[in-house]
């Protein structure tokens, strides 16, 4: 687990000092809100549609029990006692006070937690795999990158004024669980020749224009990551368009002046500024030493084998939500924040507590926040599995639906978010209660529903199975669908199957859906997403629109 | 086709609270929309807007916001957007709808 040097501790209160004191200037109208606006959004403080929003990064996802805690403190003196994990690795509480930000951000920085560059035209909160330093097929744990990027990039003068929001993320597998080709910089380890490298891609994202990132340089050496990361955003920094906000994504300088030119100017500055990056190795090396992995003690797996073979609740959950470990006695778990009909995301604190305390006795410390809003047990010894869900069950976390149709992403829309243009929650939350009372989606198996509120695709619908996307049509919620869209390695944009539909429709049209799938696939082992390519849209669309393929058809 | 003009009224965000508040007869602010001043007259409209905005702020994004008259006279959202802010979430019974109950 990676420990805050002194350093980072000392900036940290600096920081919270200041922003403390413009929040004073703010209430006391010695700041307008024009002042301030951009103030608070670098410390992670938006207003929303009722209320002020607090954004806290959990940097590369990776949590220890004593943050856990300490983020269930704060749902509970400052907010409503819960917190929101979102696809950014990131919690969002909906309900603080202005005045009380101050103080939720000191209580933050005793565990080394913080807000900074949650907003703001940035780089990001850098993103990992959330499966980091578990996974069976990881190559290397990628968190110390993406560790040394944060550093890079916090406070970096040249930075802090980009274009437009830059996000970075990070993933060690081949098997991509961090949606690499969906950020400005997406960066997948891979191995040639013996050797570890990144394979680096460029201006993929969503929101208005989505765009799937494309590869800059197929083979990295690790040690070239900041330099080669500076050759891009000074690249970016002064070629990006400033004149257009929808236009200054870095997806947009890459696809209006082609990904060679943007190579070669890459490459370029990359010799230029290289011998200025001496140092980041030693950074790295202490980095690393940081994030010792911990030392797994051999178990039996007994205990396992045995809830396994005579439980079917266990097992049910044991199916969905345990992912393979580098060690054969270990296991990943997966505790779904998506139990059906609950807001996808949202933990009490009394589950954050749980979750916290069974990361102490049965996890090594070590908790995880993934994109896709759920939390992550990395390390847990398979014989202590059964005790685990039974907490969880207990905690009403124990659902097993990781993967599958009610594990939906859905971004906060229009029940919080001043930007949306409809709901997202109550669609997600209906869509879950409805697969659950027809028992379908464990038929239907793996499946991607990804909802979002507007435009701006923080659900990440592009990249959904099935994604929703709701619109205000002349003042009505309207939800368009897309089909096809990937977010692993085969990522992949989904198209729109044609006129949307109204709150009260988009549900039976989600399960007329599901229903075509199970009539018309090949075979149990034919996921939903397989079918979709080998059938092309006609019979969704068919099922979607029945009586328009009444009308055509007569 | 020319929209149809709704009476408005003055909305914005509490600064401290960040709650919807809306402005009244008396030129305060309530978080009710039921206390708010409801203006058929589009330039009174713009007038009112002008002033609001004039004043030391303690309160954030004020704009207008379209309404119709509610059989009881008090002002009935038109856009769903501004019948989520005059209420709250829907996936729990927080903000204003809480105090309503
Ligand atoms: C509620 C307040 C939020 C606001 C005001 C907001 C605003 C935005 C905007 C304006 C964009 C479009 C950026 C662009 O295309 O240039 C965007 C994209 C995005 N946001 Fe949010 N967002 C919010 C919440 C969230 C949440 C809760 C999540 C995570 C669940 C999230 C994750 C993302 C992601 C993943 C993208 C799209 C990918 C991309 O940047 O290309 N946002 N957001
Ligand atoms: S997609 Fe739109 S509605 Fe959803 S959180 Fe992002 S900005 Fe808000």
Redesign the interface.
Same mark, same amino acid.
């Given at each position: 687990m990676y420990t805050y040097s002194e350093f980072d501790t000392a900036f940290l209160a600096e920081r919270n000092r200041q922003f403390r004191a413009q929040v004073a200037r703010? $209430?006391s #109208?010695n700041l307008?809100?024009d002042e301030f606006k951009p103030l608070r959004l670098m410390n992670g403080l938006y @207003?929303? @549609?009722?209320? =002020?929003m607090l954004r806290v990064a959990i940097p590369y996802g990776s949590l220890n029990s004593a943050q856990m805690d300490k983020l269930a403190e704060l749902a509970d003196r400052w907010d409503?006692g819960y917190g929101h994990f979102t696809t950014r690795q990131n919690i969002q509480y909906?309900? &603080?006070? @202005?005045?009380d930000i101050p103080d939720m951000l000191d209580a933050l920085a005793k565990v080394g937690l913080h807000a900074i560059q949650t907003s703001g035209n940035t780089i990001r909160n850098v993103t990992a795999d959330h499966f980091a330093g578990a996974a069976a097929d990881e190559l290397a744990d990628p968190r110390p990158y993406a560790e040394l990027l944060r550093q890079w990039s916090t406070d970096h003068p040249e930075f802090q004024f980009l274009p437009r929001k830059f996000k970075i993320a990070v993933s060690g597998s081949p098997n991509d669980r961090a949606v690499t080709k969906a950020h400005d910089i997406g960066l997948r380890m891979r191995r040639k020749e013996g050797e570890l490298g990144f394979e680096v891609i460029v201006g993929g994202g969503l929101g208005r224009t989505p765009m799937i990132g494309k590869v800059i340089r197929d083979f990295l050496p690790l040690s070239d990551l900041l330099p080669y990361a500076e050759a891009i955003v000074h690249v970016y920094n002064r070629l990006g368009r400033r004149d257009n906000k929808y236009k200054a994504r870095i997806k947009i300088m890459v696809h209006e002046h082609g990904i060679e030119d943007v190579r070669a100017l890459v490459e370029e500055a990359f010799t230029r500024i290289k011998p200025e990056f001496a140092g980041a190795d030693t950074l790295l090396a202490q980095i690393k030493t940081r994030f010792r992995a911990p030392d797994l003690r051999p178990r039996e797996t007994q205990a396992f084998d045995t809830a396994y073979r005579r439980d079917p609740v266990f097992r049910a959950w044991a199916d969905t939500n345990l992912a393979p470990h580098r060690k054969a006695d270990h296991a990943i778990v997966t505790v779904s924040i998506k139990a059906h009909g609950q807001?996808p995301g /949202?933990a009490t604190s009394a589950q954050m507590r749980v979750l916290a305390d069974l990361a102490r006795k049965y996890g090594y410390d070590e908790l995880r926040i993934s994109h896709e809003q759920n939390v992550i047990l990395p390390h847990v010894a398979k014989t202590d599995l059964p005790a685990v869900h039974a907490a969880l069950l207990a905690a009403g976390l124990g659902t097993a639906n990781v993967g599958l149709a009610s594990d939906i992403i859905a971004c906060p829309g229009? /029940? =919080?978010c001043a930007l949306?243009t409809a709901?997202s $929650? &109550?669609v997600a939350?209906d869509i879950a209660t409805r697969v659950e009372a027809l028992r379908l989606e464990h038929a239907v198996g793996p499946l991607k529903i990804k909802i979002s509120g507007c435009i701006n695709a923080c659900g990440h619908h592009h990249v959904g199975h099935i994604g929703i996307l709701g619109l /205000?049509r002349g #003042?009505?919620?309207t939800y368009q669908i897309t089909l096809g869209g990937d977010a692993t390695e085969a990522a992949a944009i989904g198209q729109r199957t044609g006129p949307g539909f109204s709150y009260e429709e988009i549900v039976p049209a989600i399960e007329r859906l599901l229903k075509a799938y199970l009539d018309l696939r090949e075979s149990e082992d034919e996921l939903f997403i397989d079918a979709v390519q080998r059938v092309g849209h006609a019979p969704f669309k068919a099922a979607l629109y029945p009586t328009e393929a009444h009308a055509d058809a007569a | 086709m020319p929209r149809k003009h709704h009476p408005k009224v003055v909305t914005a965000n509490d600064l401290l609270e960040g709650d919807v508040v809306y402005r009244t007869a008396a030129g305060s602010w309530s978080s009710d929309l039921r206390a708010a001043v409801l203006i058929e007259d589009p330039e009174q409209a713009s007038t009112e807007l002008a002033l609001a905005q004039s004043e030391p702020a303690m309160v954030v994004g004020i704009y207008l916001a379209d309404m119709e008259r509610g059989p009881d006279g008090t002002p009935q959202p038109v856009h769903f957007r501004e019948a989520f802010r005059a209420t709250g979430p829907s996936n729990y019974a927080h903000g204003k709808q809480a105090g309503l109950r």
């Open positions: 703010r $209430i #109208g307008t809100e @207003l929303q @549609l009722h209320a =002020y409503k909906n309900w &603080p006070k @202005l005045n807001t /949202d229009m /029940d =919080y949306a709901r $929650i &109550p939350q /205000d #003042g009505v919620e | -």
